[in-house]
């Protein structure tokens, strides 16, 4: 795949994996992209903290939890998961927003956040 058809991270370079284990993205395929069907835009990579999953769980989306049904093991602090760029600006807002991997996070991130925010929270 030629760099001009692949996805690019908030720096401008080629979008990295998020995680496999536990295995998110839109798509299930580990990388935060999406498509016009992916309304809450699942492009923020970001690192689970017991402060923001405890957020997230009161503000509606139960992360922690595991749910079989859907395959999802719930997640637990440490794992990388990718994260509704509108849900990351209510966490920051709050001042719990979770660490953020730049390099796994898309680009159309920064129609929602600005890169300066999340410098403030880049893991690496």
Same mark, same amino acid.
């Given at each position: ?7 690019? $991270?908030? +720096?401008? %370079? @080629? ?16 990388? !935060? ?27 509606? $989306?139960? +992360?922690? %939890? @595991? ?16 994260? !509704? ?29 600005? +890169? ?9």
């Amino acid at each position: 795949m030629s760099t001009a058809t692949q996805p690019l $991270n908030v +720096l401008g %370079t @080629p979008l990295q994996t998020c995680s496999t284990e536990p295995m998110t993205g839109w798509f299930r395929d580990g990388c !935060c992209r999406s498509d016009p069907d992916d309304r809450a835009l699942h492009l923020v990579c970001a690192l689970m903290s017991a402060e923001f999953l405890e957020f997230s769980k009161a503000a509606g $989306n139960d +992360l922690s %939890t @595991p749910r079989p049904e859907y395959a999802f093991p719930g997640l637990l602090p440490g794992d990388q998961w990718c994260l !509704c760029a509108t849900r990351w600006r209510e966490a920051y807002a709050a001042g719990v927003a979770p660490q953020v991997v730049l390099e796994a996070t898309h680009l159309n991130t920064l129609g929602v956040v600005s +890169l300066e925010q999340l410098r403030q929270y880049a893991v690496r």
